[in-house]
């Protein structure tokens, strides 16, 4: 699996706009961006996963650099509740085994301030 | 609702002993897995199950045991020869699935252990 290179930290004030980074310059072709996050104590929830076109769904928008080596989690308007570290995994979408794990590395802590 | 129960929330064990942590999931899902995360860092693989009588290990399967013995149910032992056990111990479960679909694990909300 490609590896992917997130920043340890960032702040946001409330109702702006957070934009979380993420490199995988090794991503292959049928590897998917997914985006995970984890309030503090919580499991990880699901946020949004593409592969090649942007996506959007309730909670964020998801925009994938057109060679596909980096992308862009964001939240439109973050509230205090969206503090949390948030994960970003490149995966392919094998069926079944060691194919169905992800991998979560140490992601981003996004403080969002009042 | 559907979703994944685990339990406890809180576990402590003594030097020495065996302790199970439970993980049931309503959801219908084929795939089960264990991880283990330690503070400030991610999350690693113990055990994953694919299938009823089922599992393999992960990347940190040493001192831990599990069983598949029902579809909705995928306990973990931590055994004693787990020399380091404090940790978030998180289930999850889905179901991998051929192309075009989605691999999205679901969480439960983890069982906090640590030894006295």
């Known amino acids: 699996d490609a590896k992917t290179t997130q920043p340890p930290s960032m702040d946001c004030a409330e109702g702006r706009a957070a934009n979380l980074p993420c490199n995988h310059s090794?991503?292959?072709?049928?590897?998917?961006v997914y985006w995970y996050r984890q309030i503090h104590s919580q499991g990880p929830q699901y946020i949004i996963h593409?592969?090649?076109n942007n996506e959007t769904n309730e909670m964020a928008s998801l925009i994938i650099t057109e060679d596909r080596k980096s992308s862009t989690l964001i939240l439109p308007h973050a509230t205090l509740r969206d503090t949390a570290v948030y994960y970003c995994?490149?995966?392919?979408?094998?069926?079944?085994?060691?194919?169905?794990?992800?991998?979560f590395g140490k992601g981003t802590k996004l403080s969002v301030k009042p | 609702d559907g979703g994944i129960t685990q339990s406890p929330k809180y576990l402590f064990r003594k030097e020495g002993q065996n302790v199970t942590l439970s993980c049931e999931q309503n959801?219908?899902?084929?795939?089960m897995y264990w991880y283990r995360q330690d503070p400030g860092q991610g999350l690693r693989l113990i055990y994953y199950?694919?299938?009823?009588?089922?599992?393999q290990k992960g990347d940190i399967a040493e001192g831990y045991s599990v069983s598949r013995e029902k579809k909705e149910s995928f306990p973990l032992t931590v055994t004693s020869a787990q020399k380091n056990p404090t940790a978030f111990y998180l289930c999850?479960?889905?179901?991998?699935?051929?192309?075009?679909?989605?691999?999205?694990?679901?969480f439960g909300a983890g069982t906090r252990l640590s030894v006295l």
């Open positions: 199950s694919q299938i009823v009588n089922d599992f």
């Open positions: 090794t991503i292959s072709g049928n590897e998917y």
């Open positions: 593409g592969l090649k």
């Open positions: 995994i490149v995966r392919d979408e094998g069926y079944g085994g060691s194919q169905g794990n992800l991998i």
């Open positions: 959801l219908n899902h084929d795939a």
């Open positions: 999850a479960s889905n179901t991998p699935q051929k192309s075009l679909a989605k691999n999205i694990q679901y």
